[in-house]
């Protein structure tokens, strides 16, 4: 599976916007960038997806670089609620029924009020 | 929220006795994993599920096995536990194991339990 880099923490203040990056330049041209993060005590959850064009959701957006070796988690106003681990991992949907997750260290987001 | 819960949710046990975890879901989905999760490590798949007796392993599967007998139970066996398998145990389900192109979410997102903290003493 293709790696993903990512820095191990960030911090951000309340109510301030986050970027936070990722960076896979061995990424293959089939393969989706997924975001998941996981809270204090908690499973993982979905944040976002996206292939190649900028993506929003409720939660927040995805910018993807033009060339696909890189992109960005952007939580537009940090809550103290946001504050978790964030993951980067990609997904090829050639992959089998045992498709796991490939869980990095991810980035450690910490929120100050 | 997906429907999943693990129980129990902590445990403590002795080197050598035999552990059960369950995983249970009422979202009807077919594929079903088990997780561990250790400092240092993120998240390993131990076994995964896709379909009513239809399991395989994932990439830390000694000192484990699994059974599903039912679509939404899933069942991690220790055998025989040991200090190392001290850790946090996540299951997740998904829908689907591929990509899709549905363009809210992937039919391929996985849900994840609350958790169970086992520790081996």
């Known amino acids: 599976d293709a790696k993903t880099t990512q820095p191990n923490s960030m911090e951000s203040n309340e109510e301030e916007p986050v970027h936070l990056p990722c960076n896979h330049s061995?990424?293959?041209?089939?393969?989706?960038i997924h975001w998941y993060r996981q809270l204090p005590s908690q499973g993982p959850e979905y944040v976002i997806h996206?292939?190649?064009s900028n993506v929003n959701n409720r939660m927040a957006s995805l910018a993807i670089a033009e060339d696909r070796k890189s992109s960005t988690l952007i939580l537009h106003r940090a809550t103290l609620r946001d504050a978790a681990v964030y993951y980067c991992?990609?997904?090829?949907?050639?992959?089998?029924?045992?498709?796991?997750?490939?869980f990095g260290g991810g980035t450690r987001l910490m929120v100050k009020p | 929220d997906a429907g999943i819960t693990q129980s129990p949710r902590h445990k403590v046990t002795e080197t050598g006795t035999p552990v059960t975890l369950r995983c249970h879901q009422t979202?009807?989905?077919?594929?079903m994993y088990w997780y561990r999760q250790d400092p240092g490590h993120g998240l390993r798949l131990i076994h995964y599920?896709?379909?009513?007796?239809?399991?395989d392993k994932g990439e830390v599967s000694d000192g484990y096995s699994v059974s599903r007998s039912k679509t939404e139970d899933f069942l991690l066996t220790l055998e025989s536990a040991t200090s190392s398998q001290t850790s946090v145990y996540f299951c997740?389900?998904?829908?689907?194991?591929?990509?899709?192109?549905?363009?809210?979410?992937?039919?391929?997102?996985?849900?994840f339990g609350p958790g169970t903290r086992l520790t081996v003493l």
């Open positions: 979202e009807n989905h077919r594929y």
């Open positions: 996206g292939l190649t």
């Open positions: 991992i990609l997904r090829s949907p050639d992959a089998g029924a045992g498709n796991m997750l490939t």
């Open positions: 061995t990424i293959s041209g089939t393969d989706y």
């Open positions: 997740a389900i998904s829908e689907s194991w591929t990509g899709g192109l549905t363009p809210t979410r992937p039919a391929d997102t996985q849900y």
């Open positions: 599920s896709y379909g009513v007796k239809d399991t």
